[in-house]
């Protein structure tokens, strides 16, 4: 319906003027709140979007990280699981070989209770040999003695080591009787104090030479004293020494071996 305003009176003009201009001015009020309407909750939403993206991005780096340090922990129990496995056999290996040291350390000390009183008689056969025996070497002998009797007091020396220290002793001892020796000595002859020079034989005898070559004589086991022989052994004697000095090429010589009854023997 169309108004004409020709016929529309002075107020109602005024009327419709004032409602038009209101009308108008609502217009972008209205418009305003309506795009609030729409653009609040599509901020929102966005937000919530950046938001969640912002929670799924870091939930993937912390997957990484954890991932990672899952692997290195898992590698690490590996590790120590080879290491517990390695340690644990060397564990046993160990205990095996304390258990056949403990069994050897038994059988040690029963063979020592039972060695100990042959070692013993070790000791005495070697005090015996070189006190009753002839006297050469006394001092070096009886120094060796001295060492060997100390040994057998000393508990930090093994039952090993005092067999085979004893055995040694013994040896050269033995060694002895296979090999002839000079050198020089004091003696005491039925003419006094002389100082000579001692040839010994083996283990047969010893023999001396006056140092200006016009005596000789020999030790007599059963009087345990030096006895002088006649001259006419000084040419022997004085060759047996030179050649134990390798002064001479090795020889026969006459000698007089034991007591005095078998050197008249012998002379005859």
Avoid: H
Avoid at 23 to 52: D, F, H, M, N
Avoid at 126 to 134: A, M, S
Avoid at 238 to 254: C, G, H, Y
Wanted: net charge neutral.
């Amino acid at each position: 319906m169309k108004l004409s305003m020709a016929k529309i009176p002075f107020q109602g003009k005024a009327v419709l003027v004032i409602a038009g201009f209101m009308l108008c001015s609502t217009q972008p009020l209205l418009a305003a709140t309506s795009e609030q309407k729409v653009e609040k909750p599509l901020r929102q939403s966005i937000a919530t979007r950046q938001g969640t993206q912002q929670a799924v991005d870091k939930w993937q780096a912390d997957r990484g990280s954890l991932t990672a340090q899952f692997d290195a922990l898992t590698s690490e129990t590996a590790n120590l699981k080879s290491y517990r496995d390695a340690l644990q056999s060397r564990v046993e290996k160990t205990q095996q070989r304390l258990d056949t040291k403990q069994k050897q350390l038994v059988e040690t000390e029963k063979i020592s209770e039972e060695i100990t009183p042959f070692l013993g008689e070790l000791l005495d056969q070697l005090r015996q040999v070189i006190n009753e025996g002839l006297p050469f070497l006394v001092e070096e002998r009886k120094k060796r003695l001295v060492r060997m009797e100390e040994m057998m007091d000393d508990p930090k020396t093994s039952v090993g080591e005092k067999y085979r220290r004893l055995m040694e002793a013994l040896q050269i001892e033995a060694e002895y009787g296979f090999t002839t020796e000079v050198y020089p000595q004091e003696i005491s002859s039925p003419s006094g104090k002389v100082q000579v020079e001692v040839f010994r034989l083996g283990r047969l005898n010893l023999f001396y030479l006056g140092l200006d070559g016009r005596s000789c004589g020999f030790y007599d086991e059963a009087s345990a004293s030096w006895q002088t022989l006649d001259d006419s052994w000084l040419r022997e004697i004085s060759t047996a020494i030179a050649m134990a000095r390798k002064e001479k090429p090795v020889s026969f010589v006459n000698l007089p071996i034991g007591r005095i009854g078998k050197i008249a023997t012998i002379q005859q």
